[in-house]
């Protein structure tokens, strides 16, 4: 932790009218500004001046600005001593720990107080402040790594936070699971797993197993601290899918309302937060398993393998689909960045009909029952008569999703919103050209993937998955393996819960999407 040096502990003998102000000697202020703390001390901004190659470059500034959202704690100490930490980004990269210090000499008890509220106030906003954490950290995940960058890049900012910690090392597959099933939930506000996408979907199916699965899921939300290949949670709802900055996101983040997704496959039932994949996408994921010290490069490696291939993957697919045409799509999109309220838990009940309830929980959820009942029944089921069904002789790729990113630089979904009760699925033909493969792909990373003519885009809240004539194959759940078997998905509005910067994906969302007609 970078400690600023003491000022002298003398202080000016009357303090401005200024609430907004605080005066010290030497010349040292600090102000309260519309959206951020300046901090005028000489020895501290030069700290803080612009650097290249290490070298300062430019005049000697006299002050800085500290991002109300780098705000972590305000406090004074028990000898007098104001102290105020904050995340100090060292680079693009990395967030570090530091904190100014200021004796308070005769500054008055009810003038710093109420300056210190309002600092907090403004650093935290709607955010709870000392969330308490359940940290589960993987040591295995991805490249591997995640006990260094827990205890280098994330723990020290959580403790400069104050948020109490809870951290377990995980030691083999599914132990979070077991974990989350029997957690005293009243006991934590957020449940943060330090690893790839595969703990956070241990996390989530560990809390739907619960007699209280409901309760549970609305009342402890599910964070993530990227330590793995793809790290999908972290770059949709962090905004990043660097460590120290998805901390600080977390630190800062709001409970939000959470779609979740029920796969049923044989007589098993799970739940999904993010994706199911068959095709090229599910054989880049999964069959480069022996790949992860690559890190997120294993899916690319493993896409240039298979995309000359021009394999296909014989299907049925069933959906019950909601929004069929793309610029109704948009449209969709639009009134859920523009008017939607992520305070505002929706949900759908038994009937299919929207509600809204808020903070609040339904009847059926008080009585703290597990999950909801399946409401178009499982894969054994007979398929309703208001489903679509086709046949594919030559499906290259189906992808459905629920969140936007899949990894970094991976938007495939870019009209998925997190509480709408719907999914968003794609799928392509297989015997494109690889010319025309490398194109859809390529315009994932550009954000025109929605508009690809090659791609057909789909919001629907339920689908079956039948493969034909192949007897194996990748079927991926979430980045998790599953047998190659039909499968079905069903989506519950308002599931789950997450914490988000401001309720809303971190995503761009579909090219023009601002200009659709609502």
Known sequence: MAEAALVGAS?????????NVLLFSKGVSLNLAADSLVVKDKAQARAHRSKFCGVSVGSAPTEFTIPFYNVLWAEVTAAGVLAIDYANPVSKKHLRVAKLSYPLGDIAHDVIDLWLDTLLARAYELAQRGKRAKVLVN????????????????????????????????????EAVEICEQLDIDSYDVVIPC????????????????????????????????????????????????????????IKGVKTPFDLMSITQGNTRKLSFLSQSVGIIAECDLGTENMRWLGAARFNVGLVQRIFSKKVYPCDISMKVEIPEKVDIKAHYKRERTEGDYTTRKEKDLAGESLLSG??????????????????????????????TASYDRLGNFYCGNMAWMAPDANFFTAACPNDGLMDVVFNDGDISAAKYLDLLTSVESGLLFDNPHVTYRKISAYRFTPRNQKDGYISIDGEHVPFEPFQVEIHQGLGTVLSKNGKYEAAGPLDWEKADV
């Open 11 to 19: 202080a000016p003998e009357t303090q401005p009218a200024l609430d």
């Open 139 to 174: 040591p295995h995940a991805g490249p591997g790594g995640a006990d260094k960058i827990w205890e280098h890049d994330v723990k020290p900012l959580f403790e400069a936070a104050r948020m109490p910690l809870d951290v377990v090392r995980t030691k083999f597959s599914g």
């Open 195 to 250: 690893s790839g996408d595969g703990l956070p979907y241990e996390c989530i199916n560990g809390l739907g197993k619960r007699p209280d699965a409901r309760r549970a899921l609305r009342q402890l939300a599910v964070a993530h601290i990227p330590c793995g290949s793809g790290n999908a949670m972290s770059c949709n709802l962090n905004g990043t899918h660097r460590p120290s900055y998805a901390a600080l996101a977390i």
């Open 359 to 388: 903070d609040s929980t339904s009847s059926e959820t008080e009585t703290g029952d597990g999950l909801p009942p399946l409401r178009f029944g499982s894969v054994n089921d007979k398929l309703p008569d208001d489903w679509e």
